[in-house]
């Protein structure tokens, strides 16, 4: 089974969903000496099982698979319905046309057909988002030869991770670009700073820890590793690498010496994640509701008829935004490790 503490650049590539993260990505971790991990959200088997192919073929061996876990609670509705309503002005601006709230139904993102894939294909490394999957999920990875790990964002979380199987952990601070990965979608993100947040998980759960959240420096880097993790995983800071597949509008829009502030919103997706702030979020933050990921269907044709203006996309973004570099990946691993 993969082991992450023999990694010889203790650097996790962070699966960004939605496009960033490619296969060129993954195979520049591999190449650095790293690890990284494709996203499986929001793509079909199919697409995954390509993904892993262009990795392989590259000859990348160690690399791994991010799944997200289907919502436990539905979606409401009523609430749904109001935020679809701010939204049809600004969508008949742009000739967009929103999905009606009855078409907006349940999505569980081809979760088991994902995990079966995992099996299959006997990826080395398989980590969840957004929830912790069931004990005997786990229990099949492993007997596939998978190591699994669970992205979490309180100490209660790790444990409930650590009773249901996993393996090591993705202890997520507050200050990480993208999604957090809290198990309640509608419940305020924890603040509590990563450097005491991964305490209170090594107190209570004994299991590898791979840091993350704002880590965008080699100073930063080693401080955190030097309180125990494993490895640290990174994103925003691959933003602007070759290899990424990220929006020119959100890649330059991170080099925009005019955008200084992130802000936690649900208003592109349903779910609470850290972007830099623009109009969108401005104009809509105080009037979404977290219904991912109903929400998230909703803003899509908003999101892909905006794509070339930075105020109107999805600009996933860490606090240490300003530290991503164009250079190639494997440079930016090299510095971290």
Request: hydrophobic share 45%; charged share 25%; net charge negative.
């Amino acid at each position: 089974m993969f082991d992450l503490r023999e990694l010889s650049r203790r650097v996790v590539a962070a699966p960004m969903a939605g496009g960033p993260t490619t296969p060129d990505l993954v195979v520049a971790a591999a190449s650095a000496g790293g690890v990284g991990q494709l996203a499986a959200g929001y793509l079909t088997p199919d697409k995954v099982r390509a993904d892993i192919a262009a990795v392989r073929a590259a000859g990348a061996e160690s690399f791994g698979v991010n799944i997200f876990v289907p919502e436990s609670e539905p979606v409401n509705r009523d609430d749904l319905a109001r935020y679809r309503a701010e939204l049809v002005p600004y969508a008949r601006n742009l000739g967009v046309v929103l999905p009606e709230v009855d078409d907006l139904g349940e999505d569980d993102d081809h979760f088991d057909a994902k995990v079966r894939l995992m099996c299959d294909e006997r990826i080395p490394l398989v980590s969840f988002a957004f929830g912790c999957p069931r004990p005997d999920i786990f229990a099949e990875l492993h007997r596939h030869g998978c190591s699994v790990g669970v992205t979490v964002t309180t100490a209660t979380d790790a444990e409930t991770a650590r009773q249901a199987g996993a393996d090591w952990l993705c202890v997520q601070g507050p200050d990480a670009g993208g999604h957090r990965s809290v198990f309640d979608r509608r419940t305020t993100p924890p603040t509590l700073p990563l450097d005491e947040l991964i305490g209170e998980v090594a107190d209570r759960v004994e299991l590898p820890i791979v840091a993350a959240g704002g880590i965008s420096t080699a100073a930063r880097a080693e401080e955190i590793r030097s309180l125990g993790p494993v490895a640290v995983q990174v994103g925003t800071v691959l933003l602007r690498t070759p290899e990424a597949g990220t929006k020119p509008a959100h890649a330059a829009a991170l080099a925009d010496a005019e955008r200084t502030e992130t802000v936690v919103t649900w208003a592109f997706s349903g779910r609470p994640a850290r972007a830099l702030r623009n109009r969108f979020t401005d104009r809509f933050s105080d009037a979404a509701v977290a219904e991912y990921p109903a929400v998230n269907t909703l803003t899509g044709g908003i999101r892909r008829a905006a794509s070339n203006d930075p105020d109107g996309i999805n600009l996933w973004a860490g606090s240490g935004f300003r530290d991503a570099a164009e250079e190639w990946a494997v440079e930016t691993i090299a510095r971290l490790g």
